[in-house]
């Protein structure tokens, strides 16, 4: 089952507890149904309410989700089984990395050294930004191990995730 959000609106001044958005839920390419939720604390809201129940079916066959916080009941890392809120939780925060990551690329340099850190120039205009980009051996005069703008954005994101701890 593939599962997509679409026509996501993210309200990040509404967003307290939990995020607050709304999405089309798609469903093997095809529209299924809404999900939102008021940024409250509280659940998502699924239409029609049989979704939610049919993707926590499928969500029953994913393996479940390894936390980064210790139990302390066994000691052990936290495991939680996969839900519909799990799921659009990290459709929905993946969406945000991708729309933060896309806006600095369009606006900075981004760029990973040697500590393995992610650093980035201050804003500039696109054809400022074109220009720099364009500099001869412009890695080498950032001491960059890498410079983020200058791969496919799949790469990027990637090397972002990981050197950010996203």
Known sequence: MKIELKNIK?????????????????????????VSNDGQGGCDNVTPWQLAREIDEYAKTLPPVVCDWIDPETGKLFVMEQTHEIIFGELLKE?????????????????????????ETKTQKPAELKLTLSIPRLAERLSAKVVLNNLPYAQAKQIYKESANV
């Open 95 to 119: 969406w945000m990395l991708d729309k933060g990551l896309k806006k600095k690329l369009s606006s900075k340099i981004l760029f990973i050294k040697e500590d393995g850190k992610v650093y």
């Open 10 to 34: 993210h309200a990040e001044f509404a967003s307290q507890e939990t995020n607050c958005y709304e999405a089309t839920i798609y469903i093997n390419g095809k529209r299924e149904g809404l």
